[in-house]
């Protein structure tokens, strides 16, 4: 039952380096979303972090319509984050292919 220990340390190993390159990745991504035609315009990684943020000079009058696109461009954003993450994440597993430690593939 414990004879392959070597075989689940090198698969331990391996899933720590795709998790790192996983981590690395998402850092790297940037994606962006308008909101109002433009109004808003909204930078964020790959881990959701806010990179950039504009915003049009004629909101600045419009406190409730500033939030209102505001909302939906964060939603917006974290939704893309959320499916990136979820895709490189599925990719990640489909990549350890033989190292599957459920046996079948």
Known sequence: MFGNMGDMSKMLEG??????KLQAELESKTFSVKSGG???ELS???K?????????????NDKESLQILLMGAISDANKMVQQ???NSAIGMLGGMGGMNPFGSK
């Open 15 to 20: 899933m720590q380096e795709n998790a790192a």
């Open 38 to 40: 433009g109004m808003i």
């Open 44 to 46: 964020v990684n790959g």
């Open 48 to 60: 959701g972090e806010v990179l950039d943020l504009i915003i049009d000079d004629s909101l600045m």
């Open 84 to 86: 990136n993450q979820q």
